[in-house]
């Protein structure tokens, strides 16, 4: 019963060529839309979610969990107070730690985040699927005026090692009170990573130390009081306190314990987040935005089918004595409806793959330049379960849009029978 | 139970049909019967319920009372998806024109008939020849060369050429009754009478009944015997 149906949609699909075209042009390219923002979508959760991985705690003073992640990580806004680099000294001696990597933010070179940090930075620091932070060029700081840069802080700034740059007190791109009269040398630069690591300027502790070493009270020195560059290299640059720290822990099984432990920290108050949950909770809390675009899309899908729904019922006229003659040789009302539906979804199921190629081809062409330009690496592979799922949703929806006409052909056929009346 | 349909191509008592509840009768024939290689001509004006009895005898509409037997079965009390195959398999139609679906082939045009209908390529199949070469057969016996029309645009083939497709639709697979309405109506005199000439010889080789309907009173002498419609319905009359 379904061969000659199939058959019969066929041939009536290729008699209405530019119709059909059209209609599958209109479906495919809202399903490419459809598509592309959910790659988009997935692709943003991915890249946020891939900003840190491998940190199991991060901790800093009480707060907010995720003012905490968005400073310690993103490098967007400030941290309310600092952790004392005594409370510091005695959690990274925990027997849970693996390892801990200070970070001390505040200042700013020429609109990109400062990050003071120890080397440990360089050799735990993990994103994506746990790749470590590689070198295109120089090496670690070693120097206390050594500064290693992100890719994004080379290429806007055209740095290249042994470039001196001077940083400034502050995080605005404007920042009044320089720290000129202790330059740093550019020591390394680091790969790409499409994190906001690519956007920070690094330096050790002790650095930042030097920098504010005759600042008073958070002001500049009062003329006569400065310390040159040289003398600063001379005195005992111990940090008294860091903004934030990455913890690394033997077992992830501990992190809760760990966790716990640091809230309740007696001597100060302190906050640990495990980087994953907050990543979520901040992703839930921006969510909106994505959801919007993924409603957008769908709503694109709806009008393209709405158009061929439109097609399909102007058609029906003409078809009449069509379906006239298939009633006359035995076709069912019901086969005369499954005629339409199949034709609707035959044409969707085409406009669904046309839709997914124009996509992942145009994914493919479009992958070297969105990588040089922008750091981003556009995720191809193969078609996720997801979008399959949302493929057959539409081929679905075809059917769906189908039914209309289909459903009025029915009726006719069965009230007119196979006289047709003009 | 009623009575067993005797073996008359068509038997109807007391055949009813309206529209709607309520609304008049569109067909009240108290009798009509047609026997087994009749080709009879059944005369009517448009609006006496010629269509309307078409559809009747080919199981598209199904009475509203009364009794009707066609080839032995009694269609009113067939369920629907068995009326639909019972037309497929014994009866073939031919309309007063547009009888092609115009985005099939020739060929597949004839076809047509055999895809919805396992018995009429059974026959074919007994007869020890297969669909195509069956079509093929009927349509050179109409006078259409399938080779020189095989690339033709259906719309673009005569009205007589159509017609004669649509016969050879009807004809194939050898069902048991043909029902044409008003097929000459859009041939000119000459194309009229040749397609009558085949029409009835072809009906007859293939051993099938012939109903032709038509307001053409000039056709009657072709055919067996003559029904006037207007004689045996009395439309809106019976009222209950």
Redesign the interface.
């Known amino acids: 019963m379904n061969a000659p149906l199939l058959s019969l949609a066929l041939k009536s699909l290729i008699n209405r060529k530019a119709t059909a075209i059209l209609t599958i042009a209109a479906i495919a390219l809202s399903v490419t839309l459809l598509l592309g923002v959910e790659k988009v979508r997935s692709g943003a959760r991915d890249s946020f979610a891939n900003t840190v991985s491998g940190t199991d705690l991060i901790v800093g003073a009480r707060g907010g969990a995720i003012q905490l992640l968005l400073y310690s990580v993103f490098r967007i806004g400030d941290a309310s107070n600092n952790i004392s680099w005594q409370s510091y000294e005695e959690l990274r001696a925990w027997p849970e730690v693996a390892w801990s990597v200070p970070i001390s933010l505040g200042d700013a070179h020429r609109g990109f985040r400062v990050v003071g940090t120890t080397a440990g930075y360089f050799e735990h620091l993990r994103y994506g699927r746990r790749q470590a932070l590689s070198f295109d060029a120089g090496q670690p700081f070693a120097d206390l005026f050594d500064a290693v840069i992100g890719a994004d802080v080379a290429r806007e700034l055209g740095y290249v090692v042994g470039d001196r740059i001077v940083l400034a007190h502050g995080a605005g791109a404007f920042a009044v009170q320089s720290h000129d009269d202790k330059p740093f040398t550019v020591f390394g630069v680091l790969a790409r990573t499409g994190t906001p690591v690519d956007r920070s300027v690094h330096v050790s502790l002790a650095a930042i130390e030097a920098i504010h070493v005759d600042w008073q009270s958070g002001r500049p020195p009062r003329p006569g009081q400065a310390v040159s560059a040289e003398a600063a290299r001379a005195m005992a640059l111990q940090p008294k306190a860091v903004t934030a720290v990455l913890v690394g822990l033997k077992s992830r099984m501990a992190a809760f314990a760990v966790q716990r432990r640091v809230n309740t920290y007696a001597d100060e108050a302190l906050l640990a987040i495990l980087p994953g949950v907050t990543l979520q909770q901040l992703w839930d809390a921006i969510g909106g935005l994505e959801k919007a675009l993924f409603a957008i899309s769908v709503m694109v899908v709806v009008t393209g089918f709405m158009g061929m729904t439109a097609v399909s019922l102007g058609a029906l006229n003409e078809r009449r004595r069509e379906m006239a003659i298939l009633r006359s040789v035995g076709a069912r009302p019901r086969e005369i409806f499954l005629l339409l539906v199949v034709e609707s979804g035959g044409l969707a199921a085409v406009a669904a793959a046309v839709g997914a190629a124009m996509l992942y081809g145009g994914i493919w062409l479009a992958r070297p330049f969105v990588q040089s330009q922008f750091g981003f690496h556009l995720p191809a592979g193969g078609l996720s379960a997801y979008e399959l799922a949302l493929l057959g949703l539409v081929v679905l929806a075809g059917c769906a849009s189908g039914a209309l006409p289909a459903y009025l052909a029915y009726r006719r056929s069965l009230a007119d029978g196979m006289a047709v009346r003009r | 139970m009623e009575p067993e349909c005797q073996s008359a191509v068509i038997q109807a008592e007391g055949l009813r049909f309206r529209w709607r509840e309520g609304e008049p009768d569109v067909i009240a024939i108290d009798s009509l019967e047609i026997r087994r290689g009749e080709a009879v001509f059944i005369a009517g004006q448009s609006g006496g319920g010629k269509?309307?009895l078409?559809?009747l005898l080919?199981g598209?509409?199904k009475p509203t009372a009364g009794r009707l037997c066609v080839l032995g079965a009694d269609l009113a009390a067939m369920p629907?998806?068995r009326r639909?195959?019972f037309?497929?398999?014994r009866i073939g139609?031919v309309?007063q024109s547009?009888?092609?679906?115009?985005?099939?082939s020739l060929l597949?045009n004839v076809l047509?008939?055999c895809?919805?209908?396992p018995r009429r390529r059974e026959r074919i199949a007994a007869a020890g020849s297969d669909p195509a070469t069956e079509a093929a057969r009927l349509l050179a016996r109409l006078g259409l060369d399938v080779k020189a029309l095989a690339g033709r645009d259906v719309a673009r083939l005569s009205t007589g050429q159509q017609q004669r497709v649509a016969v050879a639709?009807a004809l194939i697979g050898r069902p048991d009754l043909v029902i044409c309405?008003e097929p000459t109506s859009a041939l000119d005199a000459d194309a009229r009478d040749a397609f009558l000439a085949l029409l009835n010889a072809e009906t007859a080789a293939a051993g099938a009944t012939l109903l032709f309907v038509s307001h053409d009173r000039s056709l009657a002498p072709a055919f067996d015997r003559t029904i006037v419609l207007s004689d045996i319905n009395r439309p809106g009359e019976a009222k209950r």
């Open positions: 269509t309307t078409l559809n080919a598209v509409l629907n998806a639909d195959r037309r497929s398999d139609f309309f547009f009888n092609l679906v115009p985005y099939l597949d047509l008939a895809r919805f209908s639709r309405d």
